[in-house]
């Protein structure tokens, strides 16, 4: 008995092979095409680029955080908090 994955690519090849020498390949190159250009026209990135500046992003969170909670130490030693005339910045 053939396992489901075998049924699934058997029945990819006999489409590719049917579709090979049809009209319908012309037009699956043609659309390939169109939209490569299309995207290539586009300012996109990769999924492993995201996934990169994300942890870098969130190292960078982290980093801003601990130092925020130096400087609060830092002017609680130097005698109480920030001046009045600074903010701070709030999520």
């Known amino acids: ?7 699934f690519n058997d029945f ?6 049917l579709l090979k020498n049809s009209p319908a390949k012309d037009i699956e190159r043609n659309m390939k095409a169109m939209l490569s250009q299309g995207f290539s026209k586009l300012d996109l990135v990769t ?20 130092l925020e909670q130096r400087v609060a130490q830092l002017e609680a030693k130097l005698g109480g908090g ?10």
Do not use: I
């Open 1 to 7: 008995m053939k396992q489901p994955n075998d049924v």
């Open 47 to 66: 999924r492993e680029e995201f996934d990169t500046q994300t942890q870098v992003l969130v190292r960078t969170r982290a980093r801003l955080e601990e």
């Open 12 to 17: 990819q090849a006999k489409m590719s092979e």
């Open 82 to 91: 920030p001046s009045s005339g600074s903010s701070t910045v709030q999520d």
